[in-house]
């Protein structure tokens, strides 16, 4: 029986039937929590609140969309969102993204996305300050599972993203995206330097500029 103590269930794995998970992540005192559950361990994670988290998963969702709108690719993006394979597994990323046809795919309502009704996202997206670790370990493993397309590690505090394409229930380093032709992990990561010293519209500028040379 897991023990109700936050420093237990808080930021680290912890083995859990998955009735117990729900029970845990049902809590109001985890209401602003995201919920994670593999291989019969869950993860309750604090979110993110400071500002270089704050500002990189801003200028990364910026940088996606204004590359797509230039390239002509179609994607949706959902920022949290929560997706369910009840009794088996549930990740919840920063953000994620459905592309070209496969935005008629994307989840709509209030409701946590339940995977034996709609597809995984083609890409997902966790930036980490403080859980680099997880993300880049077990998590990985998670999306793995999920057979998600690509999936970005935003390390906040090196300014870096650490991008994979899972493919035969692996993953291997990839430098430039392949759901997202052309998007070179290099030009975000000096987005995300740009961002530490100049505004948003500055960034966004260049940015602009970048894609359309």
């Known amino acids: 029986m897991i023990q109700l103590q936050p420093k237990l269930l808080t930021d680290t794995w912890v083995t859990a039937t998955w009735d117990e998970y729900l029970r845990i ?98 890409l997902a997206i966790e930036v980490a300050d403080s859980s680099l670790d997880a993300d880049l370990g077990k998590k990985r493993l998670l999306y ?9 590690v935003v390390d906040v505090e090196n300014a870096q993203i650490i991008a994979f394409q899972v493919a035969s229930n692996g993953s291997r380093r990839i430098d430039q995206s392949q759901v997202l032709p052309g998007l070179e992990m290099a030009v975000l990561c000096e987005a995300m330097i740009r961002r530490r010293q100049l505004d948003d519209s500055q960034v966004v500028a260049w940015l602009l500029s970048t894609f359309q040379s």
Not at 144 to 152: F, L
Request: charged letters at 20%; a negative charge.
């Open 25 to 122: 992540i049902d809590d109001p005192a985890y209401a602003k929590a995201k919920g994670y559950y593999f291989d019969g361990q869950m993860r309750v994670e604090t979110m993110g609140v400071g500002p270089d988290h704050a500002s990189d998963n801003g200028i990364i969702h910026v940088a996606i969309t204004l590359f797509c709108a230039l390239k002509g690719i179609s994607i949706k993006g959902l920022i949290n969102c929560s997706y369910r394979k009840t009794g088996v597994r549930e990740a919840q990323p920063d953000v994620s993204y459905y592309v070209g046809e496969r935005t008629t795919l994307a989840p709509q309502g209030s409701s946590i996305t339940n995977l034996d009704e709609i597809p995984a996202p083609d």
């Open 144 to 152: 793995e599972a999920m057979a998600i397309a690509e999936y970005w």
